[in-house]
């Protein structure tokens, strides 16, 4: 439980039962004043990309602040001017969430599902509240914001339904699928063939020179590594993202080193097999794989005809394996 020190002493939050009328509405309006900017930054981050739900949080916003003016209203005729500064963390119970607005890459799905979550914990704030106190014009507002919070999921909902009826759902979820084959998949992939395919040569060189399944795996497990290092490096560096729309570099970078050195350690760990030759029959079968799935990828994200797609890296495979065999038997 988080605990807030004040003057070298530690002192507990609050429970919503321990606040008074006051501090109920003074909670109140910060937490709606809180979640119309949450809505205004979500709808500012997400307007190029996602216009149809910028417009939704927009509306969102503006019956936050809607809100807040009742709240203010009824604060100012009971208590006056004043308004002390209660926020949701310091009381027990609110969910302490990781602010969205430092995420690099918000999907519809992330947002969508905060908002759900912020306008079911409102709505239980107000229900919860209402109960505490007897005072009729409180009550009475409370309860109607309660109400007006289950509402919002309604409208969450309704607003999703005319999304896919204009078509514009389906233009932000192919504009998220840009963005995820942008960050993830080209970088993955790109690195995937790069371990698959380049540490075929010196994996099959090493194996065939030595025929000794121990020498092969060290080769390909210093190879793999080496590749994925330089590869994520390389990633790394060559884009900052920033007008290109392909995210973090190091991001980038990671899974790209991460997909090179699992593409090589694939047709590598064979060779722990001590046998010699049923090794080299399990790493041809591991290699022919290796091959199907980028085969498939490529068709998958990358809008490539499967048969071409299988062509080129069957082609590109075959060549860099049977250097490998020419070399090692040389």
């Not at 020190?5 to 009328?21: A, C, G, I, Q």
């Not at 914001?145 to 979820?173: F, T, V």
């Not at 998220?176 to 998949?185: A, D, G, K, T």
Request: charged share 25%; net charge negative; with cysteine.
């Amino acid at each position: 439980m988080k605990c807030l020190l004040f003057n070298n002493e530690l002192v507990m939050p609050k429970s919503l039962k321990d606040l008074t009328v006051q501090e109920i509405l003074a909670v109140a309006i910060q937490a709606e004043e809180e979640d119309g900017r949450i809505y205004s930054d979500l709808a500012e981050r997400v307007r190029k990309d996602y216009p149809e739900t910028a417009t939704s949080l927009k509306t969102m916003r503006d019956e936050e602040d809607g809100h807040r003016h009742r709240l203010l209203d009824l604060y100012r005729q009971l208590f006056g001017a004043h308004i002390p500064l209660i926020r949701r963390s310091d009381l027990k119970g609110f969910i302490t969430r990781k602010p969205l607005w430092i995420t690099a890459n918000l999907t519809i799905s992330m947002i969508r599902h905060e908002i759900e979550s912020m306008e079911d914990e409102a709505r239980h704030f107000y229900q919860v509240a209402m109960a505490q106190t007897s005072d009729v014009e409180v009550r009475q507002l409370l309860g109607d914001l309660a109400a007006e919070e289950g509402k919002h999921y309604d409208l969450i909902e309704e607003m999703d339904e005319k999304q896919k009826a204009s078509g514009a759902r389906g233009k932000e979820n192919e504009s998220e699928r840009r963005r995820f084959v942008l960050q993830i998949v080209q970088p993955g992939l790109a690195g995937l063939m790069d371990g698959s395919v380049s540490t075929l040569a010196p994996v099959f060189a090493a194996a065939f020179a030595t025929h000794t399944s121990k020498d092969a795996f060290l080769v390909g497990m210093a190879a793999s590594l080496g590749a994925g290092i330089s590869m994520g490096f390389a990633e790394a560096m060559s884009d900052d993202g920033v007008l290109s729309g392909r995210g973090r570099p190091w991001a980038r970078g990671t899974v790209c080193g991460l997909m090179t050195t699992v593409g090589g350690i694939g047709h590598t760990l064979p060779f722990l097999i001590s046998n010699f030759y049923y090794a080299m029959y399990v790493a041809v079968v591991v290699v022919a794989v290796e091959l199907a799935v980028i085969a498939w990828i490529r068709h998958r994200y990358m809008d490539t005809p499967l048969l071409s797609a299988a062509f080129q890296v069957i082609v590109g495979g075959v060549l860099v394996f049977i250097v490998g065999i020419l070399i090692g038997s040389a």
